[in-house]
């Protein structure tokens, strides 16, 4: 069982046509999984939009911030959120977590018809100071994978491969996760793109490469056969939410006086779950009341 921990790898080709991130999420998904209780093909799903989100969020500057990737895609899942920090760390949640297992045929978990086609995947730069910019495409097939890629041709222009995916036990834990996410620069030439296409239809699925014991970087070489590949970054990456005290505390405010004084009237303590990880805050009636009469001072 692959225990090491997750990493991102960025390359890019010597002659400036191809940039390349890669991702282990193996560790990133099991955490996933055991805090949102998920079944089979909903930790698969929500491991797919996850290591998608921590590649995306690599992407952005780090003046930029963070990336949301909301995935609607009308199936009993209902809606996948991830987001990612410009480091490429993710974290998100599945609606309904609880989904009863889906196969394609035995043993092959059916993700899109989980995940549902008849919707829309969006993404969220976060912009800091400045509006988010907000891309939204239809879903191809609820894959999330081709879908990450049509919305990078679609609405970025950008010719755009992508593999996601997460291996399944039988016994439900996770096996392997990951994938890459392959794009072309201006300039590359047309012949390129098919060349391209042939190596990654050659090389196979992301969690058959991950399974025989490759790692990101020998994913890469192994898409990129032939090409000079020059390595830009590589760096450990983890389930990371940034939920805080402080951060519910604001949430809490935002109620506003009347609601907040019916919660303090009511005389019990109050227990508020972070969506993202497995914290919950608790706040007695007392500390409502400080954190209310602070807010009015
Ligand atoms: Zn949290």
């Not at 969020?57 to 899942?77: A, R, V």
């Not at 100071?129 to 222009?157: C, K, N």
């Not at 969690?207 to 970054?233: A, S, Y």
Request: hydrophobic share 40%.
């Amino acid at each position: 069982m692959n225990q090491l921990p997750d990493v991102l790898i960025r390359a890019m080709t010597r002659d400036g046509f191809v940039k390349i991130t890669a991702v282990d999420t193996t560790e990133i998904t099991r955490r996933a999984r055991e805090i949102h209780q998920t079944t089979a093909v909903a930790t698969a799903a929500l491991g797919r939009v996850l290591a998608a989100a921590s590649m995306i969020g690599n992407m952005q500057k780090k003046e930029d911030g963070s990336i949301t990737l909301i995935i609607k895609g009308g199936g009993p899942l209902g809606t996948l959120l991830a987001t990612a920090d410009p480091e490429g760390n993710p974290r998100g949640y599945v609606e309904n977590p609880q989904v009863a297992l889906m196969e394609k045929y035995q043993g092959k978990l059916d993700v899109g018809a989980a995940v549902g086609s008849q919707g829309t995947l969006t993404l969220i730069r976060d912009l800091h100071m400045r509006e988010p910019y907000v891309g939204t495409v239809e879903l191809l097939g609820g894959e999330i994978a081709e879908d990450v890629a049509a919305y990078f041709v679609e609405s970025e222009q950008v010719p755009t491969v992508c593999a996601l995916g997460v291996y399944m036990n039988r016994d439900q834990s996770v096996e392997v996760s990951g994938g890459y996410l392959l794009q072309l620069l201006p300039g590359a030439p047309e012949e390129l793109i098919d060349r391209l296409e042939a190596a990654v239809q050659e090389a196979g699925t992301v969690t058959n490469l991950m399974q025989q014991g490759l790692t990101p970087r020998d994913v890469i070489l192994r898409v990129l056969k032939d090409m000079d590949v020059e390595f830009l970054e590589e760096q450990p990456i983890c389930y990371k939410c940034y939920c805080s005290r402080e951060r519910v505390e604001s949430t809490l405010i935002s109620l506003g006086e009347k609601d907040l004084r019916e919660i303090i009237a009511d005389g019990e303590p109050i227990s508020v779950g972070c969506q993202f990880c497995d914290v919950t805050y608790t706040f007695t009636p007392e500390e409502l009341a400080d954190l209310l009469n602070h807010a009015l001072e």
